[in-house]
């Protein structure tokens, strides 16, 4: 079996870009590390790539449209590094990324955004999709002009996409569940949805509940809420709530919303309220530190990114199999001390 560019990089413990730019001789990093990494490729008997090599000599390019609901989103600006990261990586050989941002889950305007992108004479697209019938259309329409699409961090049904990178998001559910068994297996708890439009937040809501009702008998639902991963309406949310359900003391936060949910918590109860939530953006960070969240569960945003765009190349240059394809990160589970 071929050695690859990732195991080096593991081995060697740099990243993938790092690899690349020393086998390629590209810059950017000290004499000596290049040394180093290209010793290590030779022991591991590395042979670059003969198709990647001769579309770089051919200078032919490969144009990748990013859409994302990144707009007041924290969790994607890591998604976004990696991302950039793999373009600047690759660019050697012929790789252009055309990112395109949004802000909410307005199904029209997404459809807008990716008719723009297509517009631009994009080879491929990569995207965030809502999980909407008008969406999975465009996917089969850009498929059928020859247009190949990737879904990042949340998938869709029914539509010709060929290949998801992202995490297990039903698994992100059992495992939030486990959590809350391990806090409190008799608590009376609020779920806080993101998006409804998002299939990775149904998944991790179907795979709370299914584990919850199978292994957690006692725990009792009081209600849930959509905030659409906005803050201020998570905050008003919580607040009615919490009056309506004074025995509320666990709060699951499927997506958005954490700053406004923690908030509205320290103002309007005296009781212990835990919380269990995802990703490890700046302000959970600090919601930790402050005591108001219990456990977050991350899926590797960055690692995304970076793989999306790897995959989009592999593709072009043929190195990676035609049918459609999953790529799963694991589920990360970390609770206070892992950051401090």
């Known amino acids: 079996m071929a050695v690859t560019i990732k195991e080096i990089a593991e081995y060697a413990n740099v990243s993938r870009g790092t690899v690349d730019r020393a086998l390629h001789g590209r810059g950017g990093i000290r004499p000596e590390v290049e040394k180093r990494i290209r010793a290590i490729a030779d022991s591991m008997g590395y042979k670059p790539n003969s198709a990647a090599k001769a579309l770089s000599n051919l200078k032919k390019k490969l144009n990748i449209g990013l859409l994302l609901p990144s707009i007041h989103n924290p969790f994607f600006a890591d998604l976004i590094l990696g991302a950039q990261e793999a373009q600047r990586a690759l660019a050697d050989h012929g ?3 055309l990112l395109v941002e949004m802000r909410g889950y307005d199904i029209e305007e997404q459809v807008r955004r990716i008719d723009w992108l297509v517009s631009q004479k994009i080879d491929m697209l990569v995207l965030t999709p809502f999980d909407d019938s008008r969406i999975a259309e465009k996917i089969n329409e850009l498929t059928k ?13 029914n539509s ?14 059992h495992i939030a569940a486990g959590l809350l068994g391990l806090i409190n297996h008799r608590a009376n708890v609020l779920i806080v949805n993101g998006s409804p439009k998002l299939m990775s937040h149904g998944q991790r809501v179907r795979g709370f509940m299914d584990t919850i009702q199978s292994r957690f008998p006692e725990v009792r639902l009081v209600a849930t809420v959509v905030c659409n991963d906005d803050n201020f309406a998570a905050y008003d949310l919580l607040r009615q709530k919490l009056q309506d359900h004074p025995d509320i003391d666990m709060v699951y936060i499927v997506g958005e919303g954490i700053t406004g949910v923690c908030a509205a918590i320290s ?15 700046p302000h959970t960070k600090e ?20 793989l999306v765009v790897q995959q989009c190349y592999n593709r072009f240059i ?9 790529i799963e990160l694991e589920n990360q589970i970390k609770i206070r001390e892992s950051f401090y």
């Open 95 to 97: 790789v252009e990324l």
């Open 160 to 173: 010709d996409r060929v290949c998801y990178v992202g995490i297990d998001f039903e698994r992100s559910g």
């Open 318 to 326: 043929g190195s990676a199999s035609r049918e459609n394809a999953v």
């Open 145 to 157: 002009q020859g247009i190949e699409v990737l879904t990042v961090n949340s998938d869709i049904c």
């Open 267 to 281: 103002e309007f109860t005296l009781h212990q309220i835990d919380v269990i939530c995802f990703d490890d953006v």
């Open 287 to 306: 919601l930790f530190e402050e005591g108001k969240i219990s456990a977050t569960i991350c899926q590797q945003p960055y690692q995304q990114g970076y």
